[in-house]
């Protein structure tokens, strides 16, 4: 099993930048990949950006390149979002997720979540 613990978020200006976090701990696999989901009222989670466990390539999704950077650091097993230039369509509950194996967009493939934190950006 593995645990997932979300933190950073809160409540923002347009414009303004925020750092989540997500920690891991319990069973973990030598080759896996980390990332960022988001899922606001009324919406899908959808897919935010990915790492693999050479700490690259990264994958974005396009509403956020350019803005959004995402990286780890292994011997933390911690993994995290820098989110600048936020706009009020970034506000969603932000959610990490791992997997066995390379990086994917797909929520399914996913196989262990953290609770969540939720961004909110005002305009």
């Known amino acids: 099993q593995v645990q997932l613990v979300e933190s950073g978020g809160g409540l923002v200006q347009a414009g303004d930048s925020l750092r989540l976090s997500c920690a891991a701990s319990g069973r973990t696999f030598s080759r896996y990949t980390m990332g960022w989901f988001r899922q606001a009222p009324g919406k899908e989670r959808e897919f935010v950006a990915a790492?693999?466990?050479?700490?690259?390539?990264?994958y974005y999704a396009d509403s956020v390149k350019g803005r959004f950077t995402i990286s780890r650091d292994n011997a933390k097993n911690t993994v995290y979002l820098q989110m600048n230039s936020l706009k009020p369509e970034d506000t969603a509950v932000y959610y990490c997720a791992t997997r066995a194996g390379w990086a994917t967009v797909s929520t399914r493939d996913y196989d262990y979540w953290g609770q969540g934190t939720q961004v909110t950006v005002s305009s």
């Open positions: 790492i693999t466990w050479s700490a690259g390539p990264t």
